[in-house]
Structures are given as C-alpha cells and as structure tokens.
C-alpha cells in the first residue's frame, strides 16, 4: 500500500518512469514545490536524502529513505524546482554491493 504525502497518492513504478517528461509528470497530483515535499517527507516519515542521480533534460532523481522505519519514495524535480513523486514503499536497504569482475580468459 502506498502512503500518502503532501495529502496526494505517491504513483507506483510504470515502465514510463524514465522517459517521463517533466509536462506528463506536473499533470498528475502528486507534485509540489521541492522545499515542501523534502520537509514533508522529513516530518511525517523521517525520510531524508540517500541517493541522487540527473536525468534527461535536467531533471533530477533523488530517494529519500528512513534507516528507522525502511520507508522510502523516489523523488523526480524539474528544472522549475517542481518535485513529483514516482515511487514509495517499504523494507528500504542501503547496499554497497561491488562491481562482479569480468573474466577475459575465453
């Protein structure tokens, strides 16, 4: 069950979430200004930054996680400073897992 922040429905992963272009994702309910959603998501899950990463045509993706409840919710901002969520859930993990090495002997 998705949990609800800013009082909108966060969406679930959909095959678009990549190509998602900033227009597609501002019609939907579930933006609003970054300072609002990060303090939101702070407050009222106690999620804060763990990763981040640039999309096409400047947009950013961040998820925000709590280490306490393994709450997390991914994050896309436009270049306007809109923030929309895409994804939440539960059972979050921080991993540093390494790259396998390649074997060349064939």
Excluded: H
Aim: with cysteine.
């Amino acid at each position: 069950m998705f949990k609800t922040v800013l009082g909108l429905s966060a969406l679930g992963f959909t095959a678009g979430l990549m190509t998602a272009t900033p227009v597609v994702a501002q019609q939907g309910r579930n933006c609003a200004p970054r300072e609002v959603v990060v303090e939101r998501l702070a407050e009222k899950y106690g999620e804060s930054r763990q990763a981040i990463g640039i999309g096409q045509q400047g947009m950013v993706m961040e998820t925000f996680a709590s280490a306490e409840s393994g709450s997390w919710t991914i994050t896309v901002t436009m270049p306007t400073g809109m923030t929309c969520l895409m994804a939440s859930g539960q059972s979050f993990e921080a991993l540093a897992e390494a790259v396998p090495t390649v074997d060349n002997d064939a």
